[in-house]
């Protein structure tokens, strides 16, 4: 059976609040967690934008969960400071660590004012990015020229244990790429034929590793309101690439999206009041072959929805500890 973790979206809480959440999702029976990691939201509405990495270092020091992130180094973050960011990480808090390493988006990059590179240079700098950091975690000092610079980068603090560097892929592409350097794959919610696709592509080419999927949902006891929640906070979230790549701020999100539906939300967050529902569409991802599951309840309120599941869906697994 599964691993079921709670994602913690820090677009959408207060820090605080989301350290208090995930603290509790322990407590009601999550096992693992996974933590996003931006520098702005994705519409005006949802309102934070923590910096992930602080934030690991608080969770995994008042949990026992493990603990995987989302990261996109090459423009915001130069590859040598991911990597000494992992180690850390994986140093203080053995085996308990994984990062996915992404090409990123403009909402996150533009910040630097280097302007957004086309997709393809995207996918070169993080491979580049990818090859710097598992070198400095193997302890080498590393000098790189080329889409990314690095001048004689070493990691005097290094894990025992290597966390594990995860190819994060909405794209049938971008998973068969990321079979060729990952760890594992970590993918969203989609229609199960294109997670098939996605998992034929990844394994036919020689991927190795866990499969993990985030599922975005919205429960509420109130049907109205668990659309209502994922209207609200996840309207601006239903645009495939590469819109949502290349759209550079919160408002441009939101003014993309005034159009957009609660059947359009419907199509890319699982809504339902039925707790038995949702439990049923878990059971579907794990007989897919996913290892890992990681639940995004999309309303800012953690609290019931934790509850809820801890108390009715969980138990509806063995739920495992990630090895």
Not at 135 to 152: F, I, M, P, Q
Not at 301 to 311: H, T
């Amino acid at each position: 059976m599964p691993v079921i973790g709670f994602h913690n979206s820090h677009e959408q809480v207060h820090p605080t609040e989301l350290l208090k959440a995930v603290q509790h999702a322990e407590e009601v029976g999550f096992t693992a967690a996974m933590s996003s990691d931006h520098f702005s939201p994705w519409s005006t509405r949802q309102g934070q934008s923590a910096f992930g990495f602080s934030w690991l270092g608080a969770a995994l020091a008042t949990t026992s969960l493990p603990f995987g992130a989302v990261n996109a180094p090459g423009q915001r973050y130069h590859p040598a400071i991911v990597a000494q960011a992992v180690a850390t990480l994986g140093a203080m808090f053995p085996g308990r660590f994984w990062i996915a390493l992404g090409s990123g988006e403009a909402s996150n990059e533009h910040i630097t004012g280097q302007g957004w590179p086309r997709k393809e240079l995207r996918d070169a700098r993080l491979r580049e990015c990818v090859d710097v950091i598992r070198a400095l975690l193997a302890g080498e000092e590393v000098s790189h020229d080329g889409l990314v610079h690095v001048d004689r980068a070493r990691l005097w603090t290094l894990p025992e244990i290597q966390p594990a560097l995860i190819c994060p892929a909405v794209s049938v592409a971008t998973a068969r790429a990321g079979a060729e350097w990952a760890d594992g794959l970590v993918t969203v919610n989609q229609p199960h034929d294109k997670l098939r696709e996605m998992i034929a592509a990844y394994r036919d080419a020689g991927g190795r590793g866990k499969l993990a999927v985030q599922v975005h949902l919205s429960y509420d006891p109130d049907p109205d309101r668990a659309a209502d929640l994922a209207f609200d906070q996840w309207r601006s979230n239903v645009f495939p690439p590469p819109v949502c790549w290349d759209l550079d701020t919160a408002e441009a999100f939101d003014a993309a999206s005034e159009h957009v539906t609660a059947g359009d939300v419907a199509t890319v967050v699982n809504v339902s009041a039925d707790l038995g529902q949702h439990a049923a569409w878990l059971a579907e991802y794990a007989e897919l072959g996913f290892e890992e599951i990681y639940l995004h309840h999309v309303g800012q309120e953690q609290r019931a929805f934790l509850d809820a599941f801890g108390e009715h869906v969980l138990p509806q697994f063995e739920v495992e500890m990630p090895i």
